[in-house]
C-alpha cells in the first residue's frame, strides 16, 4: 500500500517535471502532427478509426470555444450549431464553387479560414446587441440566432436549400484537424491567461464589481465572442469536408446541445475539462451506435446523472499544469525568492 | 480646487427620490464621512460616483471633468474605487488574479498579443504580476496569493477587497462600511488602517458608515443624510450635538 503510493508520487513528480520542461510541448505537437500526417499518408490506421479522430478534433475545437462563453465567461449560448453552419457553408461554397479544382488542397486552409471570419463576422454582430444589456438575453438571442440561420439556409435555393450541399472533396485530413485543434487549443488557453481573459472571468464572478474595477465588460464579452463563434466557424468547415455533405438540419439546436452536454460533462471553464468531454462523448457515442435509437436516451440520462453528482463537470472550474502558462509560476517563484532574500521589505 | 465636486445631484427611481439636491465638494486628501440611518441613500451615492446609476439632475465633476454618463469603467479608470457593503470579491478566483484584474486598464498589450502570447505579453504580464504581489504583500495577503478568494476569513476578505480597489490606482477611494461586522477592537485597528491607507496611498477618501464610533474618530468632515436629504454638514464635533442629525438617529422625542 504504502509501497503503490510513494510509487505514484515518484511517477507524479517526474510527470511534472516532464510536462515543466520547455520542449515537452513543441515536442508533443511535433509528434502529433508527425503521426497524423503519416497515418494519412500511408493509412496504416484503419479509415473508420481515421473519421472518428477528425470527429473528436472538430468537437474538441467546438467545446473549447463554446467553453469560453459558457464556462468562462458564466454566459448562456447556445448558438454554436449556428455558428458551425455559417463556417460550414462558407468554407464550402469556396471549395465548391469559387476554387479552381487543381488547388482544392492548397486552398483548402483558407477555405477554412473564411469560414471562421464569416462566423467571427455574424459572431460580433449577435453580440452587440446581446450585450448591450445585462443580463439573461444571450440564450434567447441565440436561440433566435440558431433557428434564423437553419431557416435562412433552407430558403435559399442557391446552397441547395433544404436539400443541402453536396460536391465537397474530402479535404478534412488527419493534419489539418491536428493543426486547427491545437490551434483553436493554444489560442483559447491563450487568450483565458491574458488580461482579457481575466476580465472574462471576472464578468462570470461579478460583473458589477468589474466593470467597478475598470474592465471594459462589454467589449470584452464581444472579444470573447468573436473568439467563440471564429473556431466554431473554423470547425463548421472541417466539418462540411470531412463529411462531404451539410445540410441546414445538421445546425440545429439538437448539435448545440451536443456541444453543451461535452462543456459540462469535461467541466466548465477548464481547457482540459473541454479536451476531456469531447474526447469521451464523441467515442461513447461511436461505442454505443449499435443501441441506434437508445443512444439517444443513455446520453441525457448520463448528463442528468452528471448534474447531480457533480454540476461543474469532470473539471469544472480546474486546470491542469499542463496548459497553465510557466512564465506566470516563474514569476511568482521569482517574486517569492527576492522576498525571502529582503524580508525587511514589507512593513 | 475640490478633487469631486457634487452639486445638487439629485436620483429617482420611478416615483421614490433615493438622494434629493446633493452636495459635496472633497479636496484633495480629506477624508469625508458620509452617515445616516437605513435607507437615507448614503450607498445610492457611491453608486452615483461610480457611475453604476446615473444621476438624474446635477453634476458630478472629478478634477472638474464631468462623470455623469460615463461608463463606470471609465470612471475607475479616470480615478475613482470603490469597496462594497456586501463584499463583492471574485470569489472563486485567486487572490493574485483579483488584486490583478484591477489592473485591467494599465495592461499595455492589444487583444491580438493577448492571444498569442507574443510582443508585449510576457513584459508586461510580469510587470502587473510583480505589482499585484507588492501590493498584496503590503497588505500581507501574499502568503495566500493562490488561495481562491472565497476560502480567505471574512477580515482579510475585507482587506483583499481595499486592496483590489487600490490596485486600480485611484485618486480617490470610496469605503462602503468598511466596518460592518466588526467588533470595537477591530473598529480601532480598522481607523488606524484607514489613516495609514490615505498617507502610504496619498489619496483621498469618502466613508459611509454606520459605526458612530468609527466616524467621529477619524472623518475630518460629515455628511447626514436622511430620507435622501442632507440635514447636516460640517465637523464632527458639530454633528454630534446638531438635534435634527439627533432626532434622525434617535426619534423626534428622544431628541427634544
Given amino acids: 500500500m504504502i509501497r503503490a503510493k510513494t510509487a505514484y508520487r515518484t511517477w507524479r513528480d517526474r510527470w511534472r517535471r516532464l510536462t515543466a520542461r520547455k520542449y515537452f510541448w513543441p515536442a508533443v505537437l511535433t509528434a502529433g502532427l508527425a503521426f497524423s500526417i503519416a497515418a494519412d499518408k500511408y493509412d496504416f490506421v484503419d479509415l473508420y478509426v481515421q473519421l472518428i479522430i477528425i470527429y473528436v478534433g472538430i468537437n474538441i475545437i467546438l467545446t473549447v470555444s463554446l467553453n469560453l462563453i459558457n464556462g468562462y465567461m458564466g454566459e448562456f449560448s447556445v448558438g454554436h450549431a449556428g455558428f458551425m453552419a455559417v463556417g460550414?457553408?462558407?468554407?464550402?461554397?469556396?471549395?465548391?464553387?469559387?476554387?479552381?479544382?487543381?488547388?482544392?488542397?492548397?486552398?483548402?486552409?483558407?477555405?477554412?479560414?473564411?469560414?471562421?471570419?464569416?462566423?467571427?463576422?455574424?459572431?460580433?454582430?449577435?453580440?452587440?446587441?446581446?450585450?448591450?444589456?445585462?443580463?439573461?438575453?444571450?440564450?434567447?438571442?441565440?436561440?433566435?440566432?440558431?433557428?434564423?440561420?437553419?431557416?435562412?439556409?433552407?430558403?435559399?435555393?442557391?446552397?441547395?436549400?433544404?436539400?443541402?450541399?453536396?460536391?465537397?472533396?474530402?479535404?478534412?485530413?488527419?493534419?489539418?484537424?491536428?493543426?486547427?485543434?491545437?490551434?483553436?487549443?493554444?489560442?483559447?488557453?491563450?487568450?483565458?491567461?491574458?488580461?482579457?481573459?481575466?476580465?472574462?472571468?471576472?464578468?462570470?464572478?461579478?460583473?458589477?464589481?468589474?466593470?467597478?474595477?475598470?474592465?471594459?465588460?462589454?467589449?470584452?464579452?464581444?472579444?470573447a465572442f468573436i473568439v467563440s463563434s471564429f473556431f466554431a466557424g473554423i470547425a463548421g468547415g472541417l466539418f462540411a469536408h470531412a463529411l462531404q455533405f451539410i445540410n441546414p438540419r445538421m445546425f440545429d439546436i439538437i448539435k448545440s446541445t451536443d456541444v453543451l452536454i461535452m462543456v459540462y460533462l469535461g467541466g466548465i471553464a477548464s481547457i482540459a475539462g473541454s479536451v476531456i468531454g469531447a474526447v469521451i462523448y464523441t467515442?461513447?457515442?461511436?461505442?454505443?451506435?449499435?443501441?441506434?435509437?437508445?443512444?439517444?436516451?443513455?446520453?441525457?440520462?448520463?448528463?442528468?446523472?452528471l448534474m447531480i453528482?457533480?454540476?461543474?463537470?469532470?473539471?469544472?472550474?480546474?486546470?491542469?499544469?499542463?496548459?497553465?502558462?510557466?512564465?506566470?509560476?516563474?514569476?511568482?517563484?521569482?517574486?517569492?525568492q527576492k522576498k525571502k532574500e529582503a524580508p525587511d521589505g514589507a512593513p | 480646487m475640490a478633487l469631486l465636486d457634487l452639486q445638487h445631484v439629485t436620483h429617482r427611481f420611478e416615483g421614490l427620490t433615493a438622494v434629493s439636491d446633493f452636495n459635496l465638494a472633497v479636496a484633495p486628501h480629506e477624508l469625508v464621512g458620509v452617515i445616516g440611518p437605513n435607507g437615507a441613500g448614503k450607498t445610492t451615492v457611491f453608486n452615483l460616483i461610480t457611475g453604476v446609476y446615473r444621476a438624474t439632475?446635477?453634476?458630478?465633476?472629478?478634477?472638474?471633468?464631468?462623470?455623469?454618463?460615463?461608463?463606470?469603467?471609465?470612471?475607475?479608470?479616470?480615478?475613482?474605487a470603490r469597496t462594497f457593503q456586501n463584499i463583492r470579491l471574485f470569489r472563486e478566483l485567486s487572490v493574485l488574479d483579483n488584486v490583478r484584474i484591477a489592473?485591467?486598464?494599465?495592461?499595455?498589450?492589444?487583444?491580438?498579443?493577448?492571444?498569442?502570447?507574443?510582443?508585449?505579453?510576457?513584459?508586461?504580464?510580469?510587470?502587473?504580476?510583480?505589482?499585484?504581489?507588492?501590493?498584496?504583500?503590503?497588505?500581507?495577503?501574499?502568503?495566500?496569493?493562490?488561495?481562491?478568494?472565497?476560502?480567505?476569513?471574512?477580515?482579510?476578505?475585507?482587506?483583499?477587497?481595499i486592496a483590489r480597489a487600490l490596485a486600480t490606482g485611484p485618486k480617490l477611494l470610496l469605503l462602503d462600511e468598511p466596518a460592518a461586522g466588526m467588533n470595537p477592537n477591530e473598529i480601532l485597528q480598522l481607523m488606524d488602517f484607514i489613516r495609514w491607507i490615505r498617507r502610504t496611498f496619498d489619496v483621498t477618501i469618502i466613508l459611509i458608515e454606520h459605526q458612530m464610533r468609527l466616524v467621529m474618530g477619524i472623518c475630518e468632515r460629515l455628511v447626514v443624510l436622511d430620507f435622501g436629504a442632507t440635514i447636516a454638514a460640517g465637523l464632527p464635533s458639530e454633528i454630534r450635538t446638531n438635534p435634527k442629525v439627533m432626532e434622525a438617529y434617535l426619534g423626534e422625542e428622544a431628541a427634544s
Fill in chain 1, 88 to 223: 460550414a457553408y462558407t468554407a464550402s461554397l469556396l471549395t465548391v464553387y469559387a476554387f479552381p479544382p487543381g488547388l482544392q488542397q492548397l486552398l483548402f486552409p483558407l477555405a477554412v479560414l473564411a469560414g471562421g471570419l464569416a462566423a467571427a463576422l455574424i459572431g460580433f454582430l449577435v453580440a452587440i446587441p446581446s450585450f448591450k444589456t445585462r443580463g439573461d438575453y444571450l440564450a434567447i438571442v441565440t436561440l433566435a440566432f440558431c433557428m434564423i440561420v437553419k431557416s435562412v439556409l433552407e430558403n435559399i435555393d442557391a446552397v441547395g436549400g433544404p436539400r443541402g450541399l453536396l460536391g465537397m472533396e474530402k479535404l478534412t485530413t488527419l493534419p489539418w484537424v491536428f493543426f486547427w485543434t491545437a490551434l483553436s487549443v493554444w489560442v483559447i488557453r491563450n487568450l483565458v491567461y491574458s488580461n482579457f481573459g481575466r476580465g472574462v472571468l471576472s464578468v462570470r464572478e461579478d460583473e458589477i464589481a468589474a466593470d467597478l474595477m475598470s474592465v471594459n465588460t462589454r467589449q470584452v464579452k464581444i472579444i
Fill in chain 2, 103 to 161: 489592473h485591467y486598464r494599465q495592461m499595455a498589450y492589444s487583444p491580438a498579443e493577448a492571444l498569442l502570447h507574443i510582443g508585449r505579453f510576457r513584459a508586461e504580464e510580469k510587470r502587473i504580476t510583480l505589482g499585484a504581489l507588492d501590493l498584496l504583500s503590503i497588505f500581507k495577503l501574499d502568503d495566500a496569493a493562490n488561495e481562491k478568494a472565497k476560502n480567505l476569513p471574512y477580515g482579510l476578505q475585507r482587506r483583499l477587497e
Fill in chain 1, 283 to 305: 467515442i461513447l457515442l461511436e461505442i454505443l451506435r449499435p443501441l441506434g435509437v437508445w443512444r439517444m436516451v443513455f446520453m441525457p440520462l448520463l448528463l442528468v446523472v
Fill in chain 2, 57 to 80: 439632475e446635477g453634476s458630478i465633476r472629478l478634477e472638474g471633468r464631468e462623470l455623469v454618463g460615463q461608463t463606470p469603467h471609465r470612471i475607475t479608470a479616470s480615478g475613482i
Fill in chain 1, 309 to 336: 453528482y457533480r454540476p461543474r463537470g469532470i473539471m469544472g472550474l480546474r486546470e491542469t499544469r499542463l496548459f497553465e502558462p510557466l512564465s506566470d509560476l516563474a514569476t511568482i517563484t521569482l517574486w517569492r
